[in-house]
Structure formats: C-alpha cells, structure tokens
C-alpha cells in the first residue's frame, strides 16, 4: 500500500498563477484533508471532506478550493496563487471515528513568487 | 482562540534519559481525542500515540506514554530512553466531539537528543 500520495512534491509559482494540488489514498478512508504549515505555526486545517461528495471549510480556507473526485482522491486549487500562500501543504486521511488518527501524505512544498 | 497549546518551542535530552514535552488544551466538549505526532527532518507526519477524554488510563506505546490530566486539560508526552532518532518537532492536537474531522495542531516542540 502506497499509503498516502501527493503531487508535485515541490512547486514554484508566480503570484497571480493558477495550480493544483493532488492527493490520493489506498486505505479507504472516507476522510480526507488538507492542511497548511508555516514555521512556527504548526498545521492549520484549510479544508476537509467527510466523505465522497461532501467538502467543507476548516480554519483558513480563503484563497483555496477543493474537490473531492472520488473517494481515493482530493484536490486543493489555488485560483491566484499570492506570496502569502508559500508554505508546505499536507493531505491527509482517516476514518471518520475520533480515536482515528489521520494518516499523512509527504507533502508538498509550494512557493509563490 | 488557540485551543493547543505547546510552551516549549525547543527542547533538550540526554540520550538514555526520559523527556517529558508539554501540551494543554482548551474545550468544553466532554467528548475529545488528544493526539501526538512526530514530524522528523524529512518533513512526513507520523503518528505516536492517542487519548480519549473518556479513557481511563493513561495511553502506552513502546516507549511513549500520555500524562493525561484531564482536570488540568494537560496531555504530555513522555518519551522514555530517549535515542537520536527521537530528535524531531513534536505536535500535540485535539479532535473535538465524536464524529468531528476538524483537528487543530499546537505549534510544536522541536526536541533534540544529545549523544
């Protein structure tokens, strides 16, 4: 099992510029997340899906969409990518039980130019 | 308001010796889970060690275990023996209520085992 996957594991972009970011798992998890960590700051929860077709905002959300495609795999779309969005972004996933932990993938780490 | 707290931005151990890393949180849910990750150099976040609010031992696994005082709202982790493979940043998080997939981080300790 793969686990967790993401891609690109690095991305340089221009403000203004468009991209996304993709995630896929093999476990079969219904929940699946997206997060954002800047130094000193730990993770931050940019959005998140329960279960396949289903998404919803966590705590910083502004400046990003997401789909849920299937249940393996959800993306993270910045329309206009700014400088403030430079950071390292992890999917992750997990059942939906709370003693469940949540698994994750590599990371991604994007910088806006 | 911030719901994990982590005082310790860096700390540092002795190899062989025990660490405890600090966590204490904020909720008014009686239903909660307190979670522990590790995240070495090469950046991938793994999994340690889980506690519910409900459980009534404090959680073991292998060489970490959870100083849960719920009346406190603490949940520090100790590492017993520490090696150089402990060095890395340590996050502390909760997951709040039963069915909740909303999961806040603290803003981590970076520990560093000396030979």
């Known amino acids: 099992n793969a686990g967790v996957t993401q891609t690109p594991k690095f991305q340089v972009l221009k403000t203004g510029q468009s991209m996304t970011l993709q995630c896929a798992q093999d476990m079969n998890h219904n929940s699946m997340y997206w997060y954002r960590q800047d130094p000193g700051m730990g993770l931050r929860l940019i959005y998140y899906?329960?279960?396949?077709?289903?998404?919803d905002k966590g705590e910083v959300p502004n400046g990003y969409n997401v789909s849920r495609l299937n249940k393996r795999e959800f993306s993270l779309r910045l329309e206009s990518a700014a400088p403030s969005q430079t950071s390292v972004y992890f999917c992750a996933s997990s059942e939906q039980r709370q003693n469940n932990e949540q698994f994750f993938g590599p990371g991604t780490r994007l910088t806006v130019l | 308001a911030q719901k994990i707290t982590q005082t310790q931005p860096g700390m540092f151990v002795q190899e062989k010796e025990a660490v405890t890393l600090d966590c204490t949180y904020d909720?008014?849910?009686?239903?909660?889970?307190l979670f522990w990750y590790k995240q070495p150099s090469s950046g991938e976040m793994i999994f340690l060690i889980y506690?519910?609010?409900?459980?009534?031992q404090n959680a073991t696994e292998g060489r970490y275990s959870l100083n849960f005082q719920k009346a406190r709202k603490s949940a520090n982790l100790v590492i017993s023996a520490s090696q150089l493979g402990d060095s890395a940043m340590y996050f502390c998080a909760m997951r709040e209520g039963l069915n909740n997939n909303d999961m806040r981080f603290g803003a981590g300790t970076r520990l560093t085992v000396k030979p």
């Open positions: 909720t008014s849910d009686p239903s909660y889970g």
């Open positions: 899906s329960a279960s396949e077709g289903t998404t």
């Open positions: 506690q519910g609010s409900y459980d009534q």
